[in-house]
């Protein structure tokens, strides 16, 4: 009964804004059946060999990090309103062409132009999450928005694996669709709300004399944080690049069983991510409870060294889902505690170029790893890396975060 109460509890109290965000995510996700199948569209499909595979999946990364400075910098110029309107509108025509391309420089390229424009879009929700969340909520409000990220991961990729055995232009035509309808209910919805907080924002200003805000990139101690965020993201990412292809050819899964177990990994986290963070809130700090999660993370690849089962892999992945509830919404809320009020864009923007970055050098750094020394050592390496940056997070968060902001 106590973990019943534990869990309605944590829905609670949550704003209207707060929830349709989280459903125009949904929405938009649901439609994510591209990103866990490109290498395996490039090697299977398109015939590049593994390590350009790596190449090309790279410039995703270059893409988002990109796209997520620019993101962070005009949502402080122009809203978040604006630019994520634009992001999934521009989005759609994008993922159609994506299919046309079959060379490793014409694929490169429209991933990145894909990329950036996608990317824009997560800065700019950031803030729309800490806008119109209270403030007590604001870990709950970020959880309910990946809650939605994962119940569609869920459903993208089991339905991508079917589409995927018949044809891969499924996959680019269904992320269009769903970022389409993602931006029509968006604009329907927070239209009128954007402009009735313009107004309320207008009057604070005439009021209250807005105080100067540091640069993210002149704060040393929040870019020490998002360099071990970086280094979690090449570990975690592994999930999205070499871990599809570890399934495909060393395990011998078919394309519908990886599309299951991905799906799975998203529909575990739509049942725990709301109770999970409603106990790390209640019985953790924020150092404990992202020492917890990143350790949890890196046991979830290290046990891949040593047997790769079904069984084995259905249990690493829902090691995996629970270390990812323990560390990815708490990333957030660090970053919206360390930031201003007039600078969260610029702040969301930096932490989402630390994920970008590893989107560079995860695809690559890993096939290479993979190629050269085997799945073995990468699976090592990566839980031996996920424990050092635990201890890390541990020392970091009170380094950059009041004692007050910081007590559960």
């Known amino acids: 009964m106590k973990i019943i109460n534990i869990y309605t509890n944590s829905f609670k109290g949550l704003s209207r804004e707060s929830w349709m965000l989280a459903l125009v995510m949904l929405i938009n996700r649901s439609g994510s059946m591209v990103l866990p199948f490109l290498g395996v569209y ?15 999946l790279s410039f995703f990364g270059i893409g988002s990090v990109l796209g997520s400075w ?10 978040e309103y604006k630019v994520q309107s634009f992001s999934l509108l521009l989005s759609v025509p994008l993922f159609c ?6 060379t490793e420089v014409g694929v490169a390229a429209i991933i990145l132009l894909q990329s950036i424009v996608s990317d824009t879009f997560r800065p700019a929700n950031s803030v729309a999450i800490t806008k119109y969340a209270k403030p007590e909520n604001i870990t709950r409000a970020f959880s309910l ?37 993602a931006g029509i209910i968006y604009i329907w919805f927070f239209r009128k709300r954007n402009k009735l907080a313009k107004l309320k924002a207008k009057k604070v200003k005439e009021v209250i004399e807005i105080k100067k805000e540091n640069s993210p990139y002149r704060d040393s101690k929040f870019l020490i944080y ?8 090449i570990c975690f990412f592994q999930l ?21 177990i991905l799906g799975y990994s998203g529909f575990l986290i739509v049942l725990l991510e709301m109770g999970f963070v409603q106990i790390a809130e209640k019985y953790f700090n924020l150092a404990i409870t992202m020492l917890l999660g990143t350790f949890i993370c890196g046991i979830s690849y290290t046990m891949m060294a040593f047997d790769y089962s079904i069984i084995t ?5 829902t ?37 970008s970055i590893a989107f560079i050098i995860t695809p690559y750094l890993g096939t290479l790893i993979a190629e050269k020394f085997g799945f073995n050592t990468l699976w090592i390496g990566t839980g031996v890396l996920a424990a050092t940056i635990a201890v890390a997070f541990y020392f970091i968060v009170p380094w950059i975060i009041d004692a007050k902001k910081l007590e559960k």
């Open 70 to 79: 620019l993101g962070g910098f005009i949502t402080d110029k122009i809203g």
């Open 97 to 102: 062409l994506i299919p046309v391309f079959k």
């Open 42 to 56: 490039m090697t299977n499909y398109l015939h590049f060999s593994i390590e350009n595979t790596g190449i090309v």
């Open 313 to 317: 892999l259905v249990i690493s992945m």
């Open 145 to 181: 928005n990946r809650m939605a990220v994962n119940l569609g991961f869920s459903i993208g990729p089991a339905l991508g694996g079917i589409l995927s055995a018949i044809s891969y232009e499924f996959l680019f035509l269904s992320n269009a669709l769903a970022a389409l309808s």
């Open 226 to 233: 998002c360099f071990f965020c970086m280094l979690f993201s």
């Open 319 to 355: 090691i995996l889902c629970i270390g990812e509830i323990w560390t990815l919404p708490f990333m957030s809320t660090i970053t919206a505690l360390r930031s201003g009020e007039n600078n969260k864009g610029a702040y969301m923007g930096l932490n989402g170029i630390s994920f």
């Open 240 to 260: 999205f690049s070499t871990l599809t292809i570890f399934y495909k050819d060393v395990a011998q899964l078919s394309q519908q069983n990886i599309g299951y």
